[in-house]
């Protein structure tokens, strides 16, 4: 069992950056993935960005290059930087966790970019 909790969410105008962070409740190390989702408002939700144990990223198209996630094993900490905002990447952002057959979720945090 782990714990997320997201912070780092806000208000940004478009191109502005905003860094959120995850933090688990328990070390990360023997996780197999964590990730960012997102949700906007009458859109399903989508994965952004994951990292493997291994360190093995993956970003959905919309956002390579912009997003860039990170693992800090030694913190239990998993963050994404949000760089060139665009006001497409408003969402509610979710912290993810699967290790083996079980997986978790955080409460999500907002992100508004405005135009």
């Known amino acids: 069992q782990v714990q997320l909790v997201e912070s780092g969410g806000g208000l940004v105008q478009a191109g502005g950056s905003l860094r959120l962070s995850c933090a688990a409740s328990r070390s990360i190390f023997s996780v197999y993935a964590m990730g960012w989702y997102r949700q906007a408002p009458g859109k399903q939700r989508e994965l952004v960005a994951s990292?493997?144990?291994?360190?093995?990223?993956n970003y959905v198209d919309s956002v390579k290059v912009r997003f860039t996630i990170s693992r800090d094993i030694t913190k239990n900490t998993v963050d994404l930087q949000m760089n060139s905002l665009k006001p497409e990447d408003t969402a509610v952002y979710y912290c993810?966790?699967?290790?083996?057959?079980?997986?978790?979720w955080g409460q999500g945090t907002q992100v508004t970019v405005s135009s």
């Open positions: 993810n966790a699967r290790d083996g057959p079980y997986t978790y």
């Open positions: 990292i493997t144990s291994g360190g093995r990223t």
